[in-house]
């Protein structure tokens, strides 16, 4: 009947009409464990930036520093559920969801800010942003790069593993890294990142390692004074996505959080060459104390690489993993 027609259009035009129009707006929440000013800043507000152009002005996202919406590890879980949509955290706290991660948190395998992009931008990095989503529930959209985790306390200059010994030092809730400081003498406290600076502040623990960007974002320089340049870990701080959210989202969005997420890595690279030196050195004159370990770092990387290196080679994926991250690298195989 004409009726009929006439309503079958009015279908196929209302089917039209919303095909054409833009995605409804969207104002994403991106948890982030830092407080301003640091690598983990940076990158969100690279990725908003970019998320607005990509979408033209239509969907966009703000951050919540200093941990707001919940400890790091815990972002992981509420982002794989669906009741977060985007967190930027340290790599080492989605290791306990995603072991394979951990080839990136192995001490003394990245050994520069080249070789953390070479691993993360490359093939390898692709491998490990499809284990993450399957382990984890999130997809890693953007890299950061926060520079080496140098070791701080407040108690006395340490250059060697034996100054270590008595110290009590903050360790984030990762077996790789508890097992680093065993190798090197000492039990340490694995601490939920959120609950750091007061136990810091209140003595609880002595010290702790981060890059030099995160301890001036965190003012840690107010609770700690040695700092060593120990380079066993090179921090790497992405932004995930709930796959929930990312699923649910159109194939141009999607396409689109993509490429937002390449672009703010490509400016966390920049922002870390642009702004380490500095950072350190007005952590310095603030009255930080920096020296280098002795030997060259020669005990640190032998007992590191000697007992943690075989104890995890299994849980990253086995040797094949490691040694082709090795490769990559220009590194010898194991
Ligand atoms: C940690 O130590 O738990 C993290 O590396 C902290 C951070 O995200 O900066």
Redesign the pocket.
């Known amino acids: 009947t004409l009726a009929s027609i006439l309503r079958h259009g009015a279908a196929v035009c209302a089917l039209a009409v919303a095909a054409a129009l833009p995605a409804a707006a969207k104002d994403f929440r991106i948890a982030v464990?830092?407080g301003a000013g640091?690598t983990?800043e940076a990158l969100g507000r690279a990725f908003i930036a970019a998320l607005e152009k990509q979408t033209g002005g239509a969907h966009t996202a703000k951050l919540f520093l200093n941990g707001q919406l919940g400890d790091?590890q815990d972002t992981v879980t509420a982002a794989a559920t669906g009741t977060l949509d985007f967190s930027i955290?340290?790599i080492?706290?989605i290791t306990p969801f995603s072991p394979t991660v951990g080839v990136l948190t192995m001490p003394y395998v990245i050994m520069s800010q080249q070789d953390a992009e070479t691993l993360t931008q490359g093939e390898i990095g692709q491998s490990l942003v499809d284990r993450t989503i399957e382990d984890a529930g999130v997809r890693i959209l953007g890299w950061g790069y926060?520079g080496f985790?140098v070791l701080t306390n407040s108690k006395r200059p340490v250059q060697t593993p034996e100054d270590l010994k008595g110290l009590v030092i903050r360790v984030?809730k990762n077996e790789i890294m508890i097992e680093t400081y065993k190798a090197w003498g000492v039990d340490p406290t694995p601490m939920a990142?959120s609950e750091?600076f007061a136990a810091l502040q209140q003595g609880v623990v002595d010290g702790?390692d981060?890059p030099y960007m995160?301890i001036h974002a965190m003012n840690f320089d107010e609770v700690q004074k040695h700092v060593t340049n120990i380079r066993s870990i090179f921090?790497i701080?992405p932004l995930v996505v709930s796959e929930q959210l990312f699923q649910s989202l159109s194939p141009e969005e999607q396409q689109q959080l993509v490429a937002a997420g390449k672009e703010a890595t490509q400016a966390s690279s920049a922002f870390l060459k642009a702004e380490e030196a500095r950072i350190r050195d007005e952590l310095a004159a603030r009255g930080m104390q920096i020296a280098d370990p002795a030997d060259g770092e020669a005990q640190f990387i032998e007992l590191a690489t000697g007992k943690v290196w075989p104890r995890f080679t299994d849980s990253i994926g086995g040797k094949e993993v490691l040694d082709r991250a090795l490769a990559a690298l220009g590194r010898p195989a194991t």
């Open positions: 464990g830092d640091g983990q790091e955290l340290a080492n706290n926060s985790r984030p990142w750091t702790q981060n995160t921090s701080e």
